[in-house]
């Protein structure tokens, strides 16, 4: 497994949300990304989306709390072999949550190749 410390592993998701498309990133609103070691559940997940998708905020009213992004460091080092694919991945996984955000299904998801 990778070892990289946490403020490093928080410095690349950050090069990573950098990278992405302004076009992304230019209606995520009341959005927070955070890392976490691993899931609650002690699932194998790289990332997850808590929140109300675009699809739903007809639902989202004033003074809910903010939408997750979460990544979770421990699994992503786990499933990286080296630090040129965590960065990729870090990358896949922040283009797949924010995917979820939009409304995109799982399926869709992979049909476009984000995950």
Do not use: K
Request: aromatic letters at 8%; a negative charge.
């Amino acid at each position: 497994m990778l070892v990289i410390p946490l403020e490093e592993f928080e410095a690349l998701v950050s090069d990573g949300l950098d990278s992405l498309h302004d076009d992304m990133m230019s209606q995520l609103d009341n959005v927070i990304f955070l890392v976490e070691d691993r899931p609650q559940d002690g699932s194998d997940i790289l990332g997850v989306y808590e929140g109300f998708s675009l699809a739903e905020r007809n639902v989202y009213g004033y003074g809910e709390e903010p939408d997750r992004i979460i990544l979770f460091r421990e699994n992503l080092l786990e499933h990286c072999a080296d630090h040129d694919e965590l960065v990729h991945e870090i990358r896949v996984t922040l283009v797949h949550e924010i995917a979820h955000f939009y409304g995109l299904t799982e399926e869709r998801i992979h049909e476009l190749g984000w995950g």
